[in-house]
């Protein structure tokens, strides 16, 4: 789950009555001013921060009660509904959370932080509900925020996220560079600022940022995996194998670190090794079937081919078009001599899109 550490919107006397006299002067409140209904704003704004000292406390039961006391009294003041907002949000009252932060940027049209809360809500509820598409809120929501001076790291960090998903990877890498200009210790922000160099193939510049996400963040394990895989595109498999198992010193458990530096040993050469990480990946994973193909591949290379069939048989049980598995089980009923076998396989597996298996149709009749 995503997750942002929300700050308390605190505001002093000075401040409170600022605004409450800027609100007068645009004729949103009372029109008369009276010593009573200053000293009816003064309580306001002592309610108003005794919701802040709870929620501090992280008791919200409590907040909510002084913020509905805050809005009952002065239905204009916008930072309370803020502050619900965030109460409701870490709830996972997304909805309620979205409404609390309009009703926030309506009454004051430059509160740059209720525009980001609302954005990064709206984004959060769309993770929550795992689309698999670009989510509804875009890097243009996070512009308000920007826009209207609220500019913190996370405000550049989710819109460069926004922006990645949307396309713009060289936008995405500026707006990753900004939050860590304001922040030199962002460890996350290294990360995906190194996923998007990845993605462009700058594997150097992906590997720099994230082994600067791994020294801010030493626990991270998707830096060390992702520093790994950079590696071995550039066919330094050696040190990927280290990372991956800096990874694993981290999780023992993860499933891309174990599985991806099965297959760095399998190019190694190491197949005792390979062969143990895959079955303990199997082990948190048992219906992988990436997993259980790999496991398939080094028997073929051990040469225990009925082995390896019937790996790659337990792939296919769990899906039948994983066409690397429909590939290797040609080959291997190649070795077996199992020539008819073997076509038939290359054959769906060239009907899957492996370019591979074209070549070795050449063979058959």
Known sequence: MLKYKFKPYKMNSKQFLFVFFLLISLGISAQNIDAEKFSQNKTVLKTYNRAIERILQQDYYSALFFLDSVVAAMPEYAPAYNERGKIFHIKERYGDAIAEFEKATDLDQNFGEAYFNKAFTLFVQDFEKM???????????????????????????????????EGDIDGAIDDYSKAIDLNIKYAKAYHDRGAAKRSKGDYQGAIYDFRLAVTYDPKLVSGYVNMGDAKKSLGDYQSAERDYT???????????????????????????????????ALTYSPQSVEVLSNLGSIEQ???????????????????????????????????????????ADWRTAAELGMEQAKEYLKECK
Not at 317 to 340: F, H, M, W
């Open 131 to 165: 689309q698999d598409s670009i989510p509804s809120v875009t890097s243009g929501d996070f512009d308000k925020a920007i826009a209207h001076e609220y500019q913190v790291p996370e405000a550049f960090y989710y819109r460069g996220l926004l922006k990645q998903l």
């Open 246 to 280: 800096d990874a694993l010193k981290v999780d023992s458990t993860n499933l891309s670190a174990l599985n991806n530096r099965g297959g760095t040993r399998y190019i190694l050469g190491n197949l005792e090794g390979a062969f143990d990480d895959f079955s303990k």
């Open 301 to 343: 290379l051990k040469g225990n081919y009925d082995g390896a069939v019937d790996w790659f048989n337990q792939a296919l049980s769990i899906s039948n078009k994983y066409a690397p598995a429909i590939l290797n089980r040609g080959l291997t009923y190649e070795l077996q001599g199992k020539v008819d076998e073997a076509c």
